[in-house]
């Protein structure tokens, strides 16, 4: 075995190791049906306590690679057919969109329920109080530990803005950016991104699809200067980005000093169990702003989104639009970062991927 944990990096070990031990098994190092090995091996292998490992194999059970069995340890479940190619998946989505329209993200009420009324408990009179401008630290730390197990996206509480969905964001992000900025958007794309730009008096390039996203030729020749993408199952069209495209499109921001507003709603419920990389934890250049809601996981009346800033823009947002209130009320901040930390969030976000999963074969 081949586990070592990094005791210097912002990542937690159960993470590491469950990261480590997730590409072996998609590698095909661990095969279908394979036995893991024991957590006490593992965990001297590692550097690491058992509980450590538990930690990592139960997240691996919790995505659907592996299950456990009482007493005769963690095997493997994930099958290539699980994880299909893009074009392959687009077709099995068309194929089976019928079939989907019954699992929807619906979450279990009684759970919600449940977490408002312990809200109301714990925090009593402190629901009334007015939300920190950029939201409340309870909810973005939440957020911030949720994405680096789930996603890969690294980054600080303090780089997270709360704000009242989607549309509400996009308009913050032009008056940080600018209205002289010529905004490049999807064509086919959701409509509503171009008619809150165009409300918002930005010029906007409309730059056609092909296959695995935006058409190369498209992009080098528009004169935009920021580039807003949806990489995961665009809407209308059903197209994800590829690896390759993905950094084409990071290429394409560092030579001409653009940004890239990355909006990843719906991500959670792709079909697939496999990790896809967000254009936000690819760059290295601090170009790409993050977008998403809670609005399709949790519920449509969930009015609530966010957005991750690069280190370097922080500041100039501070400065020019830190004194904008926040338009979320602290309850609902508090009850979805109650969601998030007590695990109810993950496990309804996996349990509907797997039912999804069902629905496919």
């Known amino acids: 075995m081949k586990y070592k944990i ?24 661990f095969k279908y049906g394979s036995k893991l090995p024991s957590k006490r091996l593992l965990a001297e292998e590692a ?36 994880f299909l190619s893009i074009n392959e998946r687009n077709e ?8 989907l329209h019954g699992t929807e993200s619906i979450f279990p009420f009684s759970v919600l329920s449940k977490t408002m009324r312990r809200v109301l408990s ?14 409340c630290n309870e909810l973005r730390r939440a957020i911030a530990d949720y994405l680096s197990r789930n996603t890969g996206i690294i980054t600080r509480p303090e780089c997270i803005i709360i704000g009242s969905g989607a549309e509400y964001l996009y308009s913050l ?16 794309s959701y409509e509503k991104i171009h ?49 390759s495209k993905r950094m084409e499109y990071l290429s394409w921001a560092k030579e001409r000093n653009a940004v890239i507003i990355e909006d990843n709603y719906d991500s959670e419920l792709t079909v697939s169990t496999k990790h896809e990389d967000t254009v936000f934890s690819l760059d290295k250049d601090g170009c790409v702003i993050y977008l998403n809601t809670f609005s399709k996981t949790v519920a449509p009346s969930m009015r609530v989104g966010y957005m991750i800033l690069p280190e370097k823009m922080l500041q100039d947002f501070e400065s020019r639009l830190g004194f904008y209130s926040c338009t979320v009320p602290v309850f609902e901040q508090y009850v979805l970062s ?18 999804r999963r069902k629905v496919m074969e």
């Open 6 to 29: 990094d005791n210097f990096s912002k990542e937690k070990a159960y993470i590491q190791l469950y990261r480590q031990l997730r590409q072996d098994i998609t590698d095909g190092i």
């Open 195 to 243: 008619k809150v730009y165009s409300a918002c008096e930005v010029e906007c390039r409309m730059l056609s699809m092909g296959r695995d996203g935006i058409k190369t030729e498209e992009l080098e020749d528009t004169d935009a200067d920021v580039l807003h993408i949806t990489p995961f199952n665009s809407y209308p069209s059903g197209i994800t980005a590829t690896a």
């Open 47 to 82: 550097g690491v306590s058992v509980i450590t490992v538990e930690h990592s194999y139960s997240l691996l059970c919790d995505e659907g690679y592996t299950e456990a069995k009482e007493r005769k340890g963690y095997f493997v479940i994930y099958k290539e057919k699980d």
């Open 122 to 135: 714990v925090y009593g009179e402190d629901i009334l109080v007015k939300s920190p401008n950029l939201g």
């Open 338 to 355: 109650e969601l998030i930390e007590k695990g109810d969030f993950e496990r309804h976000i996996n349990r509907t991927r797997r039912i």
């Open 173 to 188: 992000i032009v008056m940080l950016l600018g209205r002289d900025r010529i905004f490049a958007l999807e064509n086919p």
């Open 92 to 99: 099995e989505e068309k194929i089976h969109e019928k079939s």
